[in-house]
């Protein structure tokens, strides 16, 4: 089995930073993908970023390209996501989850997600 945990989440000024946190346990990393996804309330789940699973390539949707990092520590099977210059509209619910492919981007290319952790961006 596979378990995904986001942690990170919360409250912060527009213009801010957040580091969110994905620790995985079970048949995980291996030779699999990484992704976060976002959901905002009334809209469909969306890809943010991926990361291969050797970790030398990274992927992102132009919405947040330029401003967020994905990472990965193999060591501690954790999966990052940095978050800089944030605005009202990053606010979500943000999902780790495990990518299928080389470089997953749509939703059902991943096949285990988290529980979620929520962001919220204030103007």
């Known amino acids: 089995q596979v378990q995904l945990v986001e942690s990170g989440g919360g409250l912060v000024q527009a213009g801010g930073s957040l580091r969110l946190s994905c620790a995985a346990s079970g048949r995980t990393f291996g030779n699999y993908a990484m992704g976060w996804f976002r959901q905002a309330p009334g809209k469909e789940r969306e890809f943010v970023a991926g990361i291969s699973w050797i970790g030398v390539s990274t992927f992102y949707a132009d919405t947040v390209k330029g401003r967020f990092t994905i990472s990965k520590d193999h060591a501690k099977n954790t999966v990052y996501l940095q978050m800089n210059s944030l605005r009202p509209e990053d606010t979500a619910v943000y999902y780790c989850?495990?990518?299928?492919?080389?470089?997953?981007?749509?939703?059902?290319?991943?096949?285990?997600w988290g529980q979620g952790t929520q962001v919220t961006v204030s103007s």
């Open positions: 989850a495990r990518g299928t492919g080389v470089r997953p981007t749509a939703r059902n290319e991943y096949d285990y």
